[in-house]
Each structure stands twice: as structure tokens, then as C-alpha cells.
Nanobody, 119 residues
Framework: QVQLKETGGGLVQAGGSLRLSCVAS????????MAWFRQTPGNERELVAV????????TYAASVKGRFTISTDNDFKTCYLQMNDLKPEDAAVYYC????????????WGQGTQVTVSS
């Protein structure tokens, strides 16, 4: 069983930066992919960034590319999302997710952390 816990959310002014962290428990083999999603009220959860353990390859949503960076520590236990040049439209609840597979739905989710961006 994998548990994910996010920290690092908060209030920031537009143009500012935040770094989200997600600490994972359980076997590393349950974390083939780790990702960050975000969701605003009334909208579907949106994939922000994903990182694949075997290759280290990353994929970003077009809206955050060049501003956000996903990374992990060496043992793939902690996943980070560095968010720079934040915009009011980046405000959302951010969720960490993990998957034991290379594609398809994510198996494990954190409880979410709120990011608020003031203009």
C-alpha cells in the first residue's frame, strides 16, 4: 500500500514561486510514475506534470511548461513540483499521484494541498 502526503501549498503573489513536496511510503516498485494534478471547483482534475522512474522522462501540461518542474529525490521517495512565475489561473488544489504502471489511471492519491495566487 502506498500513502502520499503533500506539503508546501499556500498563498503567493502572482509572479512568485512555491515548491510542493510529496512524500511516499511503500515499495518503490509501486511508483513507476509519479505525477501532480490540480483541480478547481466545478472542474475536472487536470494533469500538471508526470515523471517516469525508469527513464526520468517528464511530461508537462502546456499551460505550465517552462514554469513548473517535476523532480524526485534519488530513491523516488519524495516528489517535488517547483512552480515559478505563478499566475492566478494556477490557483487550485494540487494532488500528488503515483502509479505502479507505465500508463493508465493512477493508483494512489494524496489528500491535496491548496495553492492560492493573488493578482
Amino acid at each position: 500500500q502506498v500513502q502520499l502526503k503533500e506539503t508546501g501549498g499556500g498563498l503567493v503573489q502572482a509572479g512568485g514561486s512555491l515548491r510542493l513536496s510529496c512524500v511516499a511510503s511503500g515499495s518503490v516498485y509501486s511508483r513507476y510514475r509519479m505525477a501532480w494534478f490540480r483541480q478547481t471547483p466545478g472542474n475536472e482534475r487536470e494533469l500538471v506534470a508526470v515523471l517516469r522512474r525508469p527513464t526520468g522522462s517528464t511530461t508537462y501540461a502546456a499551460s505550465v511548461k517552462g514554469r513548473f518542474t517535476i523532480s524526485t529525490d534519488n530513491d523516488f521517495k519524495t516528489c517535488y513540483l517547483q512552480m515559478n512565475d505563478l499566475k492566478p489561473e494556477d490557483a487550485a488544489v494540487y494532488y500528488c499521484a503515483a502509479s505502479s504502471g507505465g500508463s493508465g489511471p493512477f493508483d494512489y492519491w494524496g489528500q491535496g494541498t491548496q495553492v492560492t495566487v493573488s493578482s
